[in-house]
């Protein structure tokens, strides 16, 4: 017997991947998308430090299935920005890796023809190629991170991470998040736990030392600085919402606890709307109102929208797909979208810079 009979029994194709240094060759960053992340991130750390008045937005799509409307969404999302941009900092929800709870469609990196034909090589570079041109129209991105390996591929053109509920536990995702150039939204648990965010905002902000990939496409001993931008990010568990007043003051007791700044982001969506998306504007109102009745602790919120409400399965026959509508979780539409981001501005824009 040799190791060839007894490793890789599960495995059936090693493919080739193009290394991050070839996709970022064919696809380089331009000088005004390095402005749109620089100044994001600027811009949110300058929130977190409480060195800016304004509550950011993490508005978008579920997931980007198709760039055409995703780049129309964008569009659309950047007059908004400017428009209120002197109280929300708005940052596109540009998600492409689906953590599933089970099994199925695991986001445009993965399959990017939703055919099962897994070409993640392309996926990678399409992704790659949306987020430039999103960054292009000036818009900051936010994303999930899930795979350790994408940040290389993408994380130039990243403004805000999110780790989700299914990883926020998982060491591997810490570590990658010490390392990430961005500040990190870690959500609470699936089953409402906010240890675990909690823990991992801890880690992350510690060095660590962990494999990973290097941009020549070598696996490399990875030395990082920990990332002083971790958060905790509120989406309800367990089919019960947690932005409530009492939560968020339970929330702030946690922190303190851990000696952790009062750095609160609630996601409207998931479990706090009971996955309803037509409930998220009730979520978003009362966050608002928190912030107008006093709380210094809620520093964002998250919003699933996309062009048209709801969601649907994705058909056999694809040219069957809706336009602008989710294939993931629902999203409320563009309308309700823009009355959602304009009413908070309205109602934030006189107490937000008095809030310090
Ligand atoms: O936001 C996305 C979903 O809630 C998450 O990926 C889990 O999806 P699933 O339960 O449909 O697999
Ligand atoms: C998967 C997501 O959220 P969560 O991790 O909170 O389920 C998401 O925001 O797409």
Redesign the pocket.
């Known amino acids: 017997m040799t190791t060839h009979d007894i490793e890789n029994v599960n495995v059936t194709a090693f493919d080739n991947m193009p290394t991050p240094e070839e996709i970022h060759a064919r696809l380089p960053i331009s000088e005004k998308a390095a402005r749109t992340v620089t100044h994001g991130r600027n811009l949110l750390r300058k929130i977190l430090d409480r060195k800016d008045h304004r509550l950011f937005v993490v508005v978008g799509p ?1 997931s980007i299935h198709d760039p055409v409307a995703g780049l129309d969404y964008a569009r659309r999302l950047k007059a908004l920005s400017d428009e209120v941009g002197d109280t929300l900092q708005i940052i596109m929800r540009v ?1 492409f890796e ?2 599933r709870t089970t099994v199925g469609w695991k986001g445009y990196i993965n399959d990017p023809f939703m055919d099962d034909s897994f070409r993640i090589d392309v996926g990678m570079a399409k992704a790659r190629e949306f987020l430039l041109q999103v960054a292009e129209i000036g818009l900051p991105t936010g994303t ?1 991170a899930l795979d350790p390996n994408s940040p290389q591929y993408y994380g130039d053109l990243i403004t805000w991470t ?1 780790i ?3 990883t926020t536990e998982s060491q591997t995702h810490r570590e990658m998040s010490s390392g990430l150039s961005t500040p990190v939204g870690f ?1 609470n648990g ?1 089953s409402g736990d906010l240890g675990v965010a909690i823990n991992a905002i801890l880690s992350a902000s510690k060095p660590h030392s962990f494999l990973g990939l290097t941009s020549q496409g070598r696996v490399a001993v990875v030395r990082t600085k920990g990332n002083a931008y971790g958060h905790i990010v509120l ?1 309800g568990g367990d089919g019960r919402p947690n932005y409530d007043t009492v939560s968020i003051a339970m929330v702030e007791q946690a922190l303190d606890k851990a000696k952790l700044p009062h750095n609160i982001v609630v ?1 409207c969506s ?1 479990a706090n709307s009971f996955k309803k998306p037509e409930l998220q504007p009730l979520v978003m109102a009362d966050v608002v109102n928190q912030v107008r009745l006093g709380n210094k602790s809620l520093v964002g919120v998250m919003i699933e929208s996309n062009i048209e409400a709801g969601n649907q399965s994705i058909p056999a026959d694809l040219s069957q797909l809706k336009y602008g509508c989710s294939v993931t979780d629902g999203c409320v539409d563009w309308a309700t979208t823009e009355k959602m981001i304009r009413d908070a501005a309205v109602l934030l824009r006189d107490v937000l810079p008095d809030r310090r």
């Open positions: 579920c998600y689906k953590p999930e999110a989700g509920a299914r959500k699936t989406r996601d998931h």
